[in-house]
T-cell receptor
Framework: GAVVSQHPSWVICKSGTSVKIECRSL??????MFWYRQFPKQSLMLMAT?????????EQGVEKDKFLINHASLTLSTLTVTSAHPEDSSFYICSARDLRGTEQYFGPGTRLTVT | GIQVEQSPPDLILQEGANSTLRCNFS?????LQWFHQNPWGQLINLFY???GTKQNGRLSATTVATERYSLLYISSSQTTDSGVYFCAVGKGGGADGLTFGKGTHLIIQP
């Protein structure tokens, strides 16, 4: 149980285009999902908290107009990187919290390369 | 915000050895998780352990919440244990994201 999927696993896009990443909880409902970013050989950094049916909360320094988050259902959150630039190239990982607890379960991540 | 420090940053051991990884945190927490990140980047949940002791096979973990540290023990290491181990903590009632330490890079040599 407690499986989280992400799609796509990897994506290459041209500078200036937008990319959407999906995060799904497959066997549980999640009112709260989280988006993290990991640069090479670094740790994970929280970008934003996504709550079903409400606006996302962004961490300091994360541009909300650049990283659009939508949490339309209890099993799906999406992250859209708008007008991507090479510096947005990174490993993006989502997590989901089961309704019943505080433990977070992580997706396999999406590797974004912007050329 | 809360600070998380992991030690050692790097650890090289021979197969069969035991190891202890440490995680210190700067404030009270209600979520502490240990992860193993595999070479493809997937975070594998090892333990959810905001307090107390748990064991799962060759791995065990202890969190002493009052002293703000957690330990991850790996016994009889195997080459497949290699990778980066992260400790992450959270406050609040589950609505908060996790703050990660910088990780311990473990290499198990055959």
């Amino acid at each position: 149980g407690a499986v989280v999927s992400q799609h796509p696993s990897w994506v290459i896009c041209k500078s200036g285009t937008s990319v959407k990443i999906e995060c799904r909880s497959l066997d549980f409902q999640a009112t709260t999902m989280f988006w993290y970013r990991q640069f090479p050989k670094q740790s994970l950094m929280l970008m934003a908290t996504s709550n079903e049916g409400s606006k996302a909360t962004y961490e300091q320094g994360v541009e909300k107009d650049k990283f659009l988050i939508n949490h339309a259902s209890l099993t799906l959150s999406t992250l859209t990187v708008t007008s991507a630039h090479p510096e947005d190239s990174s490993f993006y990982i989502c997590s989901a919290r089961d309704l019943r607890g505080t433990e977070q379960y992580f997706g396999p991540g999406t590797r974004l390369t912007v050329t | 915000g809360i600070q998380v420090e992991q030690s050692p940053p790097d650890l090289i051991l021979q197969e069969g050895a035991n190891s202890t990884l440490r995680c210190n945190f700067s404030d009270s927490v209600n979520n502490l998780q240990w992860f193993h990140q595999n070479p493809w980047g997937q975070l594998i949940n090892l333990f959810y352990i905001p307090s107390g002791t748990k064991q799962n096979g060759r791995l065990s973990a202890t969190t002493v919440a009052t002293e703000r540290y957690s330990l991850l023990y790996i016994s009889s290491s195997q080459t497949t244990d290699s990778g980066v181990y992260f400790c992450a903590v959270g406050k609040g009632g589950g609505a908060d994201g996790l703050t990660f330490g910088k990780g311990t890079h473990l290499i198990i040599q055959p």
